[in-house]
């Protein structure tokens, strides 16, 4: 089982915060050092020579992982940039509608209010009933927002500022009965739930390598079904882009850049099955429901879930000055954890790796019975 030793966090830091950037463990991070050398000792050879069989074998480690075809991955940087590239690429006309929660990430918050600026089609954000009771009632209710003029659907898989876990396979299925197209922002889950993409069936669905697959900084992915290839508009144009030129072609060349996190990815991913990772997984949600059952019986509030999360839980606290005390904890307590406002409720999100422990559960309680009561 690994322990914090498998991992470069300082020691002098409760680490709470994996959901935000994630941290490499020790033989992946060499390993991406090592990529990251191979390409300064020669670049020409590794960029131009190598790069494309390189790609093409970490793509289908890759697709092998998420249970898909290799020819309908394209490496991105993070998920965002993977939503923008689908929702970019989508034609919506004035007053067609894009079906959306109130639970999605802050930047695509903004992705959205710019394509509706830009193309004039309306956002409706689905006002999820709290605490969440069943992925039956969520679905019902989410579609209850649809219209004829529904064209798309973007939602995330697991999402950041509540940290529940959306039924995404059967919002996919009754979309698709629908006509309606659906993208995934499945930032938080690689690494975090057990991924099967063909189980799913997303139209399109973008996630995050660097977050809780614990590869390194700047890898993720976006996944599209074969018949919607022809609709992907490369966010930037460069040389993979010409008359024939197919999905992965078009997309995985932007430019010159340091390939080494994507080729890190299959490394990633080795590290988590030598490493019994669906226990790890385990263990984590335990700490993780051990927090949220702790804190919420301290203050008398009710929790927004009781088992729709894995690894990361957001919970309620009682009203306080959330930049301070999330100021406080990490100067004075030395615990890096997000606190703020939730829909005008204080909450702190906690999350928990496999390098936390009991012990850093224990601390964080503490200190926020010393700064809030």
């Known amino acids: 089982m690994p322990t914090r030793a498998d991992f470069l966090i300082r020691d002098d830091i409760i680490f709470l ?7 490499c463990p020790r033989p992946v991070f060499e390993r991406y050092q090592a990529w990251q050398l ?41 998920a965002t940039t993977g939503v923008n590239l689908a929702l970019r690429s989508l034609h919506l006309d004035a ?33 999820a009933q709290l605490p969440y009771t069943s992925d039956e009632a969520f679905i019902d209710a989410f579609f209850a927002d ?5 064209k798309v659907i973007v939602i995330s898989h697991i999402t950041s500022p509540s940290a529940l876990i959306f039924p995404v396979a059967g919002i996919c299925r009754r979309a698709r009965e629908l006509g309606i197209v659906t993208i995934i922002d499945g ?16 139209d399109m669905y973008s996630g995050n390598f660097h977050k809780w697959l614990c590869a390194p900084k700047g890898s993720g992915f976006l996944h599209v079904r074969a018949e919607h ?9 460069s040389h993979g882009w010409l008359d024939g030129s197919g999905f992965v072609e078009r997309n995985e060349w932007d430019g010159t850049r340091d390939i080494a996190p994507y080729l890190t990815v299959p490394t990633a991913i080795d590290y988590q099955r030598q490493n019994n990772w ?25 929790p927004l879930s009781r088992d729709q999360f894995a690894q990361m839980v957001t919970i309620l606290l009682p009203d306080c000055d ?22 005008g409720i204080c909450a702190v999100r906690v999350s928990v790796q496999a390098y936390n422990s009991p012990d850093d559960i224990d601390r964080l309680i503490e200190a926020l019975q010393a700064l809030i009561g």
């Open 229 to 237: 290839h022809g609709l992907i508009e490369p966010l930037v144009i």
């Open 187 to 202: 930032a938080h889950a690689p690494g975090q739930l057990p991924l099967d993409l063909a189980a799913i069936d997303a």
């Open 17 to 23: 915060n994996h959901g935000s950037f994630g941290a």
């Open 95 to 127: 007053g067609d509608e894009i079906l959306t929660s109130t639970h999605e990430y802050g930047a695509v918050n903004r992705l959205l209010e710019f394509v509706a600026m830009k193309t004039g089609a309306r956002v409706i954000k689905h006002e």
């Open 322 to 343: 959330a930049s301070a005390v999330k100021t406080r904890l990490y100067d004075e307590y030395r615990i890096e954890v997000p606190l703020g406002k939730y829909k």
């Open 146 to 150: 649809a219209s004829e003029r529904t």
């Open 38 to 78: 191979a390409l300064e000792r020669q670049p020409i050879e590794f960029l131009l020579r190598k790069r494309p069989a390189l790609m093409a074998d970490a793509r289908a480690r890759v697709a092998e992982y998420l249970n898909v075809c290799a020819d309908d991955i394209v490496f991105v940087t993070n």
């Open 278 to 302: 669906d226990q790890v997984r385990a263990r984590c949600h335990r700490l993780a429901a051990e927090a949220q059952s702790r804190l919420c019986g301290l203050y008398g509030l009710p």
